[in-house]
């Protein structure tokens, strides 16, 4: 059984995303109906390595953007086809947990734990894509600097 990532959110934070990771626009999967929701998943056939993708995702994560993060099965890397859908991010709020609990405690537990890792993680990439955003900008700075100094 094959798996892919989905990252869903409004299209207003999405597409620079997309652009930052300079992946196609066709990248973006978008909901029908009244919705402004996009997704963009890994793999598929216009967002084919996963640097691609967490690039795009590090764009939205290092922003505060609200996003949702999948983990989908589907029948095979051939056919697409979700046959279940977990969600990563956001995670589960104290009380559905306390919720959850109550029907199964160990895996409730075991469900906690692994959230606060992911929550862990996405700080840590938010971190990471902040530091490179500022080394990236200081790149720019330094090189405009550059050329002052030419022109002098």
């Known amino acids: 059984m094959a798996v892919k990532w989905v990252l869903e959110s409004d299209l207003i934070f999405l597409e620079p995303a997309v652009r930052f990771a300079r992946l196609s626009p066709n990248a973006i999967r978008e909901y029908a109906g009244d919705t402004k929701i996009g997704a963009l998943a890994y793999p598929a056939p216009f967002c084919q390595h996963s640097s691609d993708w967490m690039r795009a995702l590090s764009h939205i994560v290092s922003r505060s953007r609200d996003y949702s993060l999948y983990l989908v099965k589907v029948s095979s890397d051939n056919d697409r086809k979700e046959l279940s859908r977990?969600?990563?991010?956001?995670?589960?709020?104290?009380?559905?947990?306390?919720?959850?609990?109550?029907?199964?405690?160990?895996?409730?537990?075991?469900?906690?734990?692994?959230?606060?890792?992911?929550?862990?993680?996405?700080?840590?990439?938010?971190?990471?894509a902040k530091f490179a955003l500022t080394d990236d900008l200081s790149q720019l700075y330094d090189a405009d600097q550059h050329d002052l100094d030419l022109q002098k």
């Open 86 to 128: 977990t969600r990563i991010v956001p995670t589960l709020d104290t009380e559905t947990l306390d919720l959850l609990r109550q029907i199964n405690q160990s895996g409730t537990n075991v469900l906690e734990s692994q959230s606060k890792r992911i929550t862990a993680a996405m700080e840590r990439l938010r971190e990471r």
